[in-house]
C-alpha cells in the first residue's frame, strides 16, 4: 500500500501548490496547460489501447461496460458524491450554480485521470507482489505535476480526488496480493488496453471537443478481465 499512499499524498501537496498559485496563473496559462494535458490523456491512451492483441474482444467488453454502466449510471452517482463534498466544503449550493458545478466537474475529471490508467493497474499489481512500488512512484511524479495544474483551475476539489485514488489503488494492491498473480500476460494487456481507450474518452473530453460519461464505461475494466480469461 506504501505506493498507493505516496500517490495520494502527492495529489495532495500538488493540489495545495495549484490552490496558491491559482491567483497568480493568467487563463491563458490555464487554458494552455489544461490543452497540453488533454494532448497527453490522449497520447497516453492510445499508446495503451494498441497493447492487445485481440480487439474484438476489447470492443465487446467496451460496449457491454458501457451498457451496464450507463444502466447503473455511475456517473450520477459519483457526481452526487462530488455534490456532498462540495456543499460540505463550501455550505449548500443550489444545484447549477458555478461552485457546485465547478467543483463536481473538478473532481470527476481528477479522479478518472488519476484512476484511469496503465501505471495505476500495473502499478497496484506491483505494489500487491511485494516488489518496490517504482511504477507508482513514478505515477507520483506525474500526478503531482497534473495536480498543480488542475487545482489551479478548479480549486481544493483536486485534494478531495485522492480518497478515490485511495480506494482504487488501494483495493487493486489487495486485490493483486491475492488474484492478480494468476493473471496472464493477455489478460493484463486487454485490462490495458480497455483503460487506454477510456484515457481517450477523457482525453477528448478534457479538449472539450465532445463530452463523454467516461465514468459510466468504467465496468468495460472487469468485464474484458473475465472475457480474457474465458477466451483463453
Known amino acids: 500500500m506504501i505506493g498507493t499512499l505516496v500517490n495520494a499524498g502527492a495529489i495532495v501537496a500538488g493540489g495545495c501548490v495549484g490552490m496558491v498559485i491559482h491567483s497568480k496563473l493568467p487563463k491563458k496559462i490555464v487554458d494552455i496547460v489544461f490543452q497540453g494535458l488533454g494532448l497527453i490523456t490522449l497520447t497516453i491512451g492510445i499508446s495503451m489501447a494498441i497493447k492487445t492483441s485481440n480487439m ?13 454502466g450507463q444502466a447503473i449510471d455511475i456517473d ?3 457526481r452526487k458524491f462530488s455534490d456532498y463534498l462540495s456543499n460540505k466544503k463550501f455550505g449548500k449550493t443550489s444545484p447549477g450554480t ?19 490508467g496503465s501505471m495505476s493497474i500495473l502499478g497496484a499489481i506491483e505494489d500487491g ?10 505515477k507520483s511524479v506525474i500526478d503531482l505535476m497534473s ?4 487545482a489551479s483551475s478548479f480549486g481544493i476539489c483536486i485534494i478531495f480526488s485522492s480518497i478515490p485514488v485511495l480506494i482504487y489503488q488501494g483495493g487493486l494492491t489487495l486485490f493483486a496480493a491475492f488474484i492478480m498473480r494468476y493473471m496472464s500476460d493477455a489478460m493484463i494487456a486487454d485490462m490495458t488496453s480497455v483503460g487506454g481507450i477510456l484515457l481517450i474518452g477523457l482525453g477528448i473530453s ?3 471537443i ?10 468495460s475494466v472487469v468485464i474484458v478481465v473475465f472475457l480474457s480469461y474465458l477466451w483463453t
Not at 470492443?59 to 451496464?68: H, K
Not at 458555478?98 to 488519476?114: H, M, Q, R
Not at 495536480?147 to 488542475?150: P, Q, R, S, V
Not at 465532445?210 to 465496468?219: R, T
Open 56 to 68: 474484438i474482444l476489447i470492443v465487446v467488453s467496451v460496449v457491454l461496460g458501457a451498457i451496464i
Open 210 to 219: 465532445k463530452e463523454i460519461k467516461v465514468i459510466n464505461m468504467l465496468p
Open 76 to 78: 450520477k452517482y459519483l
Open 147 to 150: 495536480a498543480i495544474a488542475l
Open 206 to 208: 478534457i479538449l472539450k
Open 129 to 138: 507482489m511485494g516488489n518496490p512500488p517504482n511504477l507508482l512512484y513514478t
Open 98 to 116: 458555478t461552485t457546485d458545478n465547478t467543483f463536481t466537474e473538478g473532481f470527476v475529471t481528477a479522479s478518472i485521470l488519476f484512476c484511469i
